[in-house]
């Protein structure tokens, strides 16, 4: 006996009114971008649910893809079975069986079709008696089970179902709109990226290289990231900035305190131009507030100056190593820590002020003019559009060689 | 040519000789180097390491490519040994293990460690509860291989590495040399910490091969250098090389999934014509890995039959000589405490997934000629 789908419930967007139509497209499409690499799988869908029928495809495998899912609540495996009573039994058994280390459980049996001569409290009590009989240490527990096995009798087929997988939470990505995250090499922003997603939103990247000061490994390690992110959000539009020449006037040209200060406004700058040119509303940062010297309170006032985009920055109120944690979790962290030298990293002044004020910092800036240097750099990015491989495209360039 | 010798050296795959000229011509720079071109080179290996652990089944980190069996038996073992000898220096393995398993552990018994080397049964397996028995506060490594080279024998390494998850301080070695890409092994299921592969038993090239060494293990390592492959195995890496093993081990995977049938029926075949080769005693048990038949001609001298049918252009071999007390005994088969009739007599044939049925009806009916010829003289 096998497993031959998966019933995916949805979750804070079933209670999204008049929208939920659209969400529900989005989490279908999405579901059925990430599961192209089992071509077998088809999806359908319910009124209130989706299922993902196998078709002779590794459950747990298609089970551990739909958990990165955004937009789904939990998942199970389901077992579809003629309406005979020996069939229900084994397959209840079997769903039972999926959860290792449960002790406990509950049958809860409903019945559609009325014609089915069981009734659904003598169901229940038939297919206890059955797993009962064929477990050992094993007890029915009605109120808090850590197992519920459901059976649904339906005119066409018996629908059994066990445990609860959790989903990955959230909202569908693309459906809450677009935003455009600052993408540095580092471990926070790609997790400030992950939660943006999570929460609905469809995100494109920007990076800001500064050759040769900054290598072709440091870039490639940004599109790794943003390759990984493509496993959240599908797909991901990397804008690459060349900011050589910005930084070189920046050094030359500002006060050494405040140099750190207006690179990160000629960032910000920059990114509401391509925004801007995008029709991108928002901008993400990994910011965390009191991490570093640009992320004081004084800091961001005085940076954030520059915009009235929405500046969003999931992380602002977390603690390092829960960012760390995240960025492990969603397999991001091996690849941030590649030791390469970013543009942020480079020129680093000895001792950046930790409480700039934003009129110092629009003075300094007034006695030069970066606009031309903005408009250049916005024209003369590079624009990577990635996408979620299957995995017969994941060796990619050297696919000959392997 | 009829070629059954494939325990010793395989016949590298043409696109495996390709990979490793086009990557030398065009890949040559130092991974470590930092320029564009040494990048490229990088990036080239942590894609043969990607690939490796996709096809393994485990994490791209958790891949260190080797030269080959004996350096992934002796990294594992000298280094768990030496990493962790503050907790314990006792080591479980099997007296049938690989010379380069048995000689490691002789040479940590010279460094004052203690070596539990276990019997095993007639067809030459390792018995669970003799493990469970002689498992000590001390021990710190098991090490068992997967398939033995003479016999084929197929240990119970589940079972083991079920035995070995009760224990979380002892490490799990297994010599995987002679059964990869012949028998199903899932490295993280059956409990297994460190795992020896060997590229020219599997249609790679001699000098590549890998140890698989499970996430947060500690070794103690044997090169010391420039911290390479993690810094278990410092060096240059032979890029080359590694990626020619990536491709021999997916291409021997891909055989292993369609033609693994078709090697059984060629083995049963075989077996069932040396079964009634008056001359002729099999040694191999007939749930034995399918590609090594290993049989006994009491009463004639081995080398001479090899040699007569190498004049037929018939290539089979002896059993391992080493680390056998007499020369012209196989340690395997004195271990399995077969009479010395039998273990001074053993011929091995081992097979890949090219060889035809016409081959192997070829070899059958030219070892009858032979031992028929010899037997006037020697029998």
């Known amino acids: 006996m096998q497993f031959d789908q998966i019933m995916v419930r949805y979750g804070e967007m079933a209670l999204k009114g008049k929208n939920r139509h659209k969400f529900e497209q989005k989490l279908q499409s999405n579901v059925t971008h990430k599961l192209k690499r089992y071509p077998a799988t088809k999806l359908k869908k319910t009124r209130d649910r989706m299922y993902v029928m196998l078709n002779g495809e590794d459950p747990y495998k298609v089970m551990e893809t739909c958990q990165e899912v955004f937009g789904i609540q939990s998942l199970s495996f389901a077992i579809r079975t003629e309406k005979e009573e020996d069939k229900i039994k084994e397959a209840a058994l079997f769903a039972f069986n999926d959860s290792e280390n449960a002790k406990t459980f509950k049958i809860s049996a409903k019945r559609t079709d009325k014609t089915f001569p069981i009734g659904s409290q003598e169901m229940n009590q038939r297919l206890g008696g059955h797993i009962l009989k064929n477990t050992e240490d094993v007890t029915v527990d009605v109120h808090n089970p850590d197992v519920e096995i459901s059976?649904?009798?339906?005119?066409?087929?018996?629908?059994?179902?066990?445990?609860?997988?959790?989903?990955?939470?959230?909202?569908?990505?693309?459906?809450?709109?677009?935003t455009l995250l600052l993408l540095s090499g580092g471990i926070d922003s790609p997790v400030a990226g992950y939660l943006a997603m999570k929460r609905g939103v469809e995100v494109e990247a920007i990076h800001f290289h500064s050759p040769p000061y900054t290598s072709e490994r440091a870039k490639q390690k940004v599109m790794d990231l943003a390759q990984e992110l493509t496993r959240f959000g599908i797909k991901l539009k990397v804008h690459l900035i060349p900011f050589t020449n910005i930084q070189q006037k920046i050094h030359q040209e500002m006060p050494e305190g405040y140099s750190m200060t207006i690179m990160r406004r000629l960032m910000l700058r920059i990114s509401e131009a391509v925004a801007k040119e995008q029709e991108i509303l928002s901008m993400t940062t990994g910011e965390s507030l009191g991490q570093v010297a640009s992320q004081t309170m004084e800091s961001m006032s005085a940076i954030n100056d520059v915009t009235n985009y929405p500046v969003i920055r999931p992380l602002v109120a977390m603690d390092k190593l829960d960012i760390i944690s995240i960025s492990q979790q969603i397999g991001m962290y091996d690849i941030s820590i590649r030791p390469y030298e970013d543009c942020c990293t480079v020129f680093v002044p000895k001792s950046p002020k930790t409480r700039p004020s934003k009129e110092k910092a629009r003075y300094y800036e007034s006695a030069v003019d970066f606009s031309e240097d903005i408009k250049q750099a916005v024209e003369e990015r590079e624009i990577m559009e990635l996408k979620l491989q299957t995995a017969s495209e994941s060796v990619n360039e050297f696919k000959d060689l392997f | 040519m009829i070629y059954l010798d494939n325990s010793a050296t395989t016949k590298p795959y043409p696109e495996v000789v390709q990979s490793f000229q086009k990557v030398a011509e065009q890949y040559y720079a130092n991974p470590s180097s930092i320029h564009k071109f040494g990048s490229e080179a990088e990036r080239l290996l942590l894609q043969s390491k990607k690939q490796a652990a996709q096809l393994l089944k485990v994490s791209p980190e958790e891949v260190i490519f080797t030269s080959g069996g004996t350096e992934g038996n002796n990294i594992a073992i000298k280094g768990?040994?030496?990493?962790?000898?503050?907790?314990?220096?006792?080591?479980?393995?099997?007296?049938?293990?690989?010379?380069?398993?048995?000689?490691?552990?002789?040479?940590?018994?010279?460094l004052g460690f203690e070596v539990s080397y276990l019997p095993v049964t007639e067809t030459g397996s390792v018995r669970v509860e003799d493990i469970k028995a002689s498992i000590r506060q001390d021990t710190v490594l098991i090490s068992i291989m997967s398939v033995n080279n003479e016999l084929g024998t197929v240990q119970p390494i589940r079972e083991i590495g079920q035995v070995v998850h009760e224990y979380p301080k002892i490490?799990?070695?297994?010599?995987?040399?002679?059964?990869?890409?012949?028998?199903d092994m899932d490295f993280y299921e059956c409990g297994i910490d460190l795992c020896t592969m060997s590229g020219h038993k599997v249609h790679g090239l001699n000098g590549t091969g890998a140890l698989f060494v499970k996430r947060r293990t500690k070794l103690f390592p044997l090169h010391h250098g420039g911290g390479q492959e993690g810094a278990y195995r410092a060096g240059t890496e032979n890029l080359a090389g590694n990626v020619s093993f990536v491709k021999a081990l997916r291409m021997s995977m891909q055989q292993k999934a369609t033609a693994v049938n078709k090697l059984r029926t060629l083995n049963e075949r075989l077996r069932n014509r040396l079964a009634v080769n008056p001359f002729v005693i099999i040694n191999s048990p007939s749930e034995a890995a399918p590609h090594i038949i290993n049989v006994s001609v009491p009463?004639?001298?081995?080398?001479?039959?090899?040699?007569?049918?190498?004049?037929?252009?018939?290539?089979?071999?002896?059993?391992?000589?080493?680390?056998?007390?007499?020369?012209?005994?196989?340690?395997?088969?004195?271990?399995?405490?077969?009479?010395?009739?039998?273990?001074?007599?053993?011929?091995?044939?081992?097979m890949s997934y090219q060889n035809t049925q016409e081959e192997i009806d070829m070899f059958a009916s030219e070892l009858e000629k032979v031992l028929a010829e010899l037997n006037k003289v020697m029998g």
């Open chain 2, 299 to 350: 009463g004639f001298k081995p080398e001479v039959v090899i040699h007569a049918l190498g004049e037929k252009g018939i290539y089979i071999s002896t059993m391992s000589a080493c680390s056998s007390k007499r020369s012209d005994e196989s340690a395997v088969l004195a271990a399995c405490q077969l009479k010395e009739d039998r273990t001074t007599s053993a011929l091995r044939i081992s």
């Open chain 2, 80 to 110: 768990i040994a030496l990493e962790h000898q503050s907790r314990g220096k006792h080591i479980i393995t099997t007296q049938i293990e690989h010379p380069s398993v048995l000689e490691a552990c002789r040479a940590l018994e010279s």
């Open chain 1, 151 to 178: 059976v649904e009798i339906r005119q066409d087929a018996v629908y059994i179902t066990a445990k609860k997988y959790p989903g990955a939470g959230g909202l569908p990505v693309g459906t809450t709109g677009k």
């Open chain 2, 171 to 183: 490490f799990f070695h297994v010599d995987h040399v002679q059964g990869l890409g012949k028998i």
